[in-house]
């Protein structure tokens, strides 16, 4: 049963969700739950970290937090990325099959208390993966809607990781990527034409960011995201030091907090512009539109990981350009839905911090045709990538029948 409401049950299944209001973790799946409200009974199911409630009700979701070790070891998830965070400890490995089992019983539970009419994976590995063993739980009036948001289909490559992956998108009913050449990366787990659809995350760019007068004179230059080494941050503080030869008073502001924060700082030291960077540490939502308001130009330096892991898509750098500030982006394939080259932003060639000073230069040096580009970005994605665009997409999708001729097959045919 759905309790005193007769809206659609939605069980939502995710790694990052914010602990507690306010929290500066990621808050994508909580902004679409938020706004698919309207249209189901959402719960979700996300692990639980000291500090936050077992349970509560936030903003009209109801929010289970899974507990998958002892207190003190439960470090896996949050405060950088689960595959960020194993890279750099990689003892915490071995909570994953916990992890796994601990939230698949609690999403069981879930469906033993509900009447749920589709479950929402985001991440093939390792929401998916539980999605998929809980669809033959539910039967088939259940359906699979399944999210890749980058790490997921770019890293975890070996032989096993990749068979799983290819299981759980053949278990779904419906498969969406955050970005174009996310497709075709998934694509190649198997022929998925039909119920594959490009789909990112959303961001408030009607109230929260939006253009803001610029607060300083100071050439200042601004990273904000995770401190991980998809970030290509290390880039940004070799440009930074490259550019300052020949713009000498130029500033950087990194927002954000992760793993690769203490390696930056001695690179920072390294380089002799300690006192030209300043790290905020970790910041909120809506103290972003203020920070970007303290710069000139954003840059996103981002690239593939050792292990092969990066970004799917480039929320970050859709809500600096829906604040009205220049971008500076890498050439990698991800941010080419975003990122066209002399028209929305400037891009530099991956991991070159030269090229990167280049473009930086460039925009300090013209701010006529860098202000036009900016203006230009922040109506393309105002027109893609407003949470008033993409949550009536999902809930379009996630409300379809379920089509016959994409049932999912029965475990012995997998």
């Not at 939605?10 to 309207?38: K, Q």
Request: net charge neutral; aromatic share 6%; charged share 20%.
């Amino acid at each position: 049963m759905n309790g005193v409401t007769d809206k659609p049950h939605l069980l939502v299944l995710t790694s990052t969700f914010p602990r507690w209001r306010d929290d500066h973790e990621p808050p994508f799946v909580y902004e679409l739950c938020r706004r698919l409200t309207a249209h189901f009974a959402v719960t979700v199911v996300a692990p639980h970290a000291a500090g936050a409630a077992r349970s509560e009700t936030l903003d009209g979701i109801e929010v289970r937090r899974f507990r998958y070790a002892p207190m003190a070891l439960q470090q896996l998830a949050y405060d950088g990325g689960i595959p960020a965070k194993i890279r750099a400890h990689p003892w915490l490995g071995m909570l994953v099959p916990g992890f796994v089992l601990s939230q698949l019983l609690s999403a069981r539970r879930i469906l033993q208390e509900h009447d749920t009419s589709v479950i929402h994976a985001h991440w093939i590995v390792p929401g998916g993966l539980i999605g998929a063993l809980l669809s033959a739980f539910a039967g088939q009036g259940c359906r699979l809607l399944v999210t890749a948001h980058g790490g997921d289909v770019y890293g975890l490559n070996g032989a096993l990781a990749t068979r799983v992956k290819r299981w759980v998108l053949r278990r779904a009913d419906h498969v969406t990527v955050v970005g174009s050449a996310l497709a075709q990366q998934v694509n190649l787990h198997g022929d998925l034409d039909g119920k594959l659809s490009v789909l990112p995350m959303g961001t408030d760019l009607s109230e929260t960011f939006v253009p803001a007068p610029r607060q300083t004179a100071t050439p200042t230059v601004i990273y904000a995201g995770r401190l991980v080494e998809k970030k290509g941050v290390d880039v940004l503080l070799r440009a930074l030091a490259s550019a300052r030869e020949r713009v000498p008073e130029l500033q950087l502001i990194i927002a954000g907090h992760g793993p690769a924060q203490p390696a930056l700082e001695t690179l920072c030291r390294q380089l002799a512009i300690g006192d030209a960077v300043r790290f905020t540490g970790p910041y909120r939502m809506h103290e972003l539109p203020r920070m970007y308001a303290d710069a000139q130009l954003a840059v996103f330096p981002f690239r593939a990981a050792a292990g092969g892991d990066q970004d799917g898509f480039g929320l970050a750098v859709v809500e600096a350009m829906g604040c009205g500030i220049p971008v500076v982006g890498s050439d990698i394939a991800p941010l080419d839905d975003l990122l066209i080259d002399g028209a929305t932003a400037l891009r530099a060639k991956t991991n070159d911090a030269e090229a990167f000073a280049d473009a930086i230069v460039e925009c300090l040096a013209n701010p006529q045709a860098t202000r036009q580009r900016a203006s230009a970005a922040r109506a393309h994605v105002l027109a893609h990538y407003d949470w008033q665009v993409i949550a009536a997409r999902y809930a379009e999708l996630l409300r379809a029948p379920v089509n016959a001729e994409n049932v999912r097959p029965s475990p012995q045919d997998s």
